[in-house]
């Protein structure tokens, strides 16, 4: 059941599927965006069994994708080099991250898409949780993501099972008029701490140091101001681990790659992210509730961090069906 990794391949068929600069980094040929993983503030998770029928070209994306092969392989390429995928072969895959497939074999997959902003919703208590955050939350919330950024691992027949279960519960779910998004949110964790697990037992070596208990108490801190919507005052929060202002920065930002006020300001727009997907809130209640002096205020460091407005974030639809890549049929056919 373990991937097979070999050194990267230079690739430039006739079709342009695959193509690496001259330092063998392998480029994207087109990003995709939430909308087009069907994730939305209105539905922030979508399950996508697939039948992979052809060749899928080098792409990232601006969100988080798992994918749980449940038949069939491929070869996968991405900055790890190349990987050999069979059943029960998962691949976590960062936002921005390049990856390709090819060399298919009756490939089929099940696609799980995610918004962030959701997930770190309740953030404190995934900290010590099975590595969550290093895993599937990282490249969200830093500046440097800790740790690799895309991961490979490969699941018991158990572990698939139940994990094919629970994706299709997902499923259903989705399609429901009123879809619980508690129990979206409780097989989600499930899923994901069950891959984690599978990555601690495969990759033994790979897991990233834990944060230092300073940095840990410090981004706690971060969080209780956020969702209060109280002001940084960064030398309050280096008190609470005892250190002084200097310290608790160059602690910070060598853990994160960010400063404090950096990551108070990221932390505040996610939060917001989160508060904007109930539409009974106006966006002046979401301002307003995060502390911002005004909306105009709100919607600049809005923009500054997602690319968008509140009003356009909110109103961003999830498409009904995939988008076609670089204007050419679809590669991936549904099951």
């Known amino acids: 059941m373990e991937s097979i990794t070999q050194p990267p391949l230079k690739v430039l068929n006739s079709g342009g599927i695959f193509l690496y600069d001259s330092d063998m980094i392998l480029k994207p040929l087109y990003t995709l965006r939430p909308e087009q993983a069907r994730i939305s503030p209105h539905k922030p998770l979508f399950v996508q069994p697939m039948h992979v029928r052809a060749d899928v070209a080098a792409h990232d994306h601006e969100y988080y994708e798992i994918c749980i092969v449940t038949a069939g392989s491929a070869r996968h390429l991405s900055s790890r080099g190349a990987d050999f995928l069979r059943p029960g072969s998962t691949v976590i895959i960062a936002p921005g991250d390049v990856h390709a497939f090819d060399q298919l074999h009756n490939f089929r997959v099940i696609n799980m898409y995610y918004l962030s902003e959701w997930l770190a919703d309740e953030l404190r208590p995934l900290r010590d949780a099975e590595n969550l955050i290093r895993l599937f939350l990282s490249r969200h919330l830093f500046a440097r993501a800790r740790g690799e950024t895309t991961y490979i691992t490969a699941l018991s027949r158990r572990e698939l099972a139940d994990s094919i279960r629970e994706l299709k519960e997902a499923e259903t779910e989705l399609r429901a008029d009123h879809p619980s998004i508690l129990l979206l949110r409780a097989i989600t964790l499930k899923l994901l701490i069950r891959l984690s697990r599978a990555i601690a037992r495969t990759q033994p070596h790979s897991s990233t140091p834990q944060l230092r208990p300073e940095v840990h108490a410090m981004l706690d801190a971060v969080e209780r101001l956020v969702e209060r919507g109280e002001p940084l005052r960064v030398s309050a929060v280096a008190e609470t681990s005892g250190l002084s202002t200097d310290h ?76 076609t890549f670089m204007g050419e049929q679809h590669r991936l056919s549904g099951k």
């Open 248 to 323: 608790a920065a160059r602690l910070v930002r060598e853990a994160i790659g960010q400063s404090l006020g950096a990551y108070y300001q990221r932390r505040r727009v996610q939060r917001a992210g989160l508060l904007l997907m109930d539409d009974q809130l106006r966006i002046t209640d979401v301002a307003q509730r995060l502390g911002y002096t005004d909306s105009a205020h709100f919607t600049r460091m809005f923009r500054k961090h997602q690319g968008c407005s509140p009003r356009d974030f909110r109103r961003r639809p999830a498409a009904d069906h995939p988008q």
